[in-house]
């Protein structure tokens, strides 16, 4: 068995309009929600084993917050320049090539790849992931490699307005 994290970067800012898209950071909003996801994902006893981010200021500033709320170790955290603003079809790829040490992923990415990945792998249905979501899936497989679409089963599905009573 297989824990898939898949989690859409927290809100960012346009306030610097300087900046380019990959470059904006998060926001007052964004830098609040994205430690109280790590320390939901802490009180349900779920600590990635492996952090693997788009390489965008503001996804990795969300999977940084999160680890620090986890205790994942923030060196640890993987980035990657081609998960910026991936399909789901690549964004699965990037499932599918994970080392086989690793039982629980925590992926960070962006919309509409994230959310066209959680639909397609899970069995819950959203047609926007908010930002911060969260939305942890069990996959029936010993293998990342083995990962293939509405496999999945959810296990929750949560996002900072939420209360899910923890």
Known sequence: MKRLILM???KSSWR???LSDFQRPLNKRGMRDAPEMGRRLRRRRLIPDRILSSSAERAWSTALLVAVETGFPVERI???ERLYLAS?????EA???TDEGCDTLLLVAHNP???ELSNRLGDARTDNLPTAAQHAIDLPVEHWREVATEMGKTLFLDWPKNDPGL
């Open 113 to 115: 790849g994230i959310t």
């Open 16 to 18: 610097d309009v300087s």
């Open 88 to 92: 789901g079809k690549t964004l699965l």
């Open 78 to 80: 993987e980035t990657r």
């Open 95 to 97: 499932v599918q090539g």
């Open 8 to 10: 859409r970067h927290a």
